[in-house]
C-alpha cells in the first residue's frame, strides 16, 4: 500500500515520516493553514530527498508561483487539479498527480490519481462509494478525512493503490503529530492489504 503524509510543516513530521518508511510526502503551497514557502518546503525536505517522493501540492497555481515552486522546491511530483494539467507547462520530469474530487465526472482516466473531497485538507471524507467505483480503472490514492480510526474500513470499502493523509494526524492544524503519524502507517499495514504494485515509478 502506497502511503503519502501530506502538509508536513515542520522538520519533526518530515523526520516521524521517513522513521514510518512512507512513500512520499507532500507539502502544501495552496491556500492552507498548512501552506508553506517554497524555501521552507526545501529545508524541509532535504532529509527526505532520495528516500521518499517530495510532492508539490497546488490547486489552479498561476504560472509565476509554478515556476518559483519548481525552481526553489525542485519537487518529484506535482498534485493539482487533475483539468490544471491542460494549461501547464512542465518539465518532462516531473511526475504528475492529479486529484479527482468527489462528484467530478471523469471520462479520460489518467494512469494515477489522488481522490479526494471537495475541499482538500478539511478533514471530511471523499466519497467512498464514488473512489471504489473510480480504482478498479486506475491507481487511485484515497485522501479525505482518513484517520487510524477508520483507514482499514476504506481501504476494505475501496481497494486502492494508496492512501494519503493529512488533518488525520495532527495534534493541531496545521501541525502533524509524531505519534499519529507512526499510529496511521501502522494502521494502514496493518489493514491486510497487498503491497501496491505500480506498473511503473509514476508518482
Known amino acids: 500500500m ?21 512513500d512520499a510526502i507532500g507539502f502544501v503551497f495552496a491556500a492552507s493553514v498548512r ?9 524541509l525536505a532535504a532529509p527526505a530527498r532520495g528516500r521518499v517522493r517530495c510532492v508539490a501540492v497546488t490547486r489552479h497555481p498561476d504560472p509565476a508561483a509554478l515556476e518559483e515552486i519548481l ?6 511530483v506535482l498534485q493539482t487539479d487533475a483539468e490544471d494539467f491542460a494549461s501547464l507547462h512542465l518539465p518532462a520530469r516531473l511526475a504528475r498527480l492529479p486529484v479527482v474530487r468527489s462528484g467530478d465526472v471523469v471520462n479520460s482516466v489518467p494512469p494515477r490519481v489522488l481522490f ?18 473510480l480504482a478498479v480503472r ?16 476504506a481501504i476494505g470499502r475501496v481497494r486502492p493503490f494508496g ?19 507512526a499510529e496511521f502507517v501502522a494502521a494502514v499495514r496493518a489493514a ?5 504494485q505500480p506498473r511503473e515509478d509514476r508518482v
Request: net charge negative.
Open 2 to 22: 502506497w502511503i503519502k503524509i501530506c502538509g508536513l510543516t515542520t522538520p519533526e513530521a518530515v523526520a516521524a515520516a521517513l522513521a514510518a518508511r512512507v
Open 35 to 43: 501552506r508553506v514557502t517554497p524555501e521552507a518546503a526545501a529545508r
Open 71 to 76: 525552481a526553489a522546491f525542485a519537487p518529484d
Open 116 to 133: 479526494e473531497g471537495p475541499a482538500s485538507g478539511s478533514g471530511v471524507p471523499s466519497d467512498w462509494s464514488g473512489a471504489a467505483r
Open 138 to 153: 486506475t491507481e487511485l490514492v484515497l485522501a479525505g478525512g482518513l484517520t487510524a480510526r477508520n483507514v482499514a474500513a
Open 163 to 181: 492512501v494519503d493523509v493529512s488533518s488525520g494526524v495532527e495534534a493541531q492544524p496545521g501541525i502533524k503529530s509524531p505519534a499519529a503519524i
Open 192 to 196: 491486510g492489504a497487498p503491497a501496491a
